[in-house]
């Protein structure tokens, strides 16, 4: 895997790719010297991006400043996870700039309605946020749930009102903001 850090309107964003597509995203929240650090655990040199991480990092740059970008056909790299992650992913790069679902409309297009729980899962496990639409993944009550990247829900709720989205509050104890 090859990685580069960049700057957005946000702050410093990371990606790693392979030849298949993007690998890994890392979202704003801290320095670009421990994004990097971050991004090489994971075997990984730093490199030149071609025309199309170009492309992407475009796009990333736009997403920051509060343009509606649709991710949907950045290829991706999704080798070595579970099915059920990749099927959960396949669903989620369907809801656009705006909008949300929650777990429970997820598990139930996974088909049942008690896989929410393994829908979250799936969702702390995403190693391509933002470009893979975790934050636009709600509880069932409209609170944001948690969120793995730095800022945790707090920097989810940004994000969603980057989008023009307005949710309920996060849980206590998740109310750090990152970027």
């Known amino acids: 895997m090859q990685i580069c850090v960049f700057e957005t309107e946000l702050g410093v964003f990371g ?12 979202l704003p929240g801290l320095s670009g010297e421990t994004v990097e650090a971050r991004l090489l655990r994971h075997g990984a040199e730093v490199a030149e991006p071609p025309a199309a991480i170009q492309g992407v990092m475009a796009m990333v740059r736009d997403y920051a400043r509060g343009v509606a970008v649709d991710f949907s056909g950045v290829p991706l790299d999704l080798e070595g996870l579970p099915e059920f992650h990749r099927r959960a992913y396949e669903l989620l790069v369907q809801i656009g700039y705006g909008e949300t679902t929650t777990y429970g409309a997820l598990a139930r297009q996974l088909g049942d309605v008690s896989l929410s729980r393994a829908v979250g899962q799936a969702m702390g496990a995403n190693r391509i946020p933002l470009i893979i639409p975790c934050h ?10 948690g969120f793995s990247a730095p800022g945790g ?25 990152a970027f």
């Open 15 to 26: 990606l790693g790719w392979t030849e298949a597509g993007i690998a890994r995203a890392h």
């Open 153 to 177: 829900a707090a920097s989810k709720l940004r994000m969603l009102a980057l989008e023009g989205v307005q949710v309920g509050p996060p849980d206590t104890g998740q109310q750090s903001f």
């Open 136 to 145: 636009r993944v709600l509880a069932s009550d409209g609170k944001p749930g």
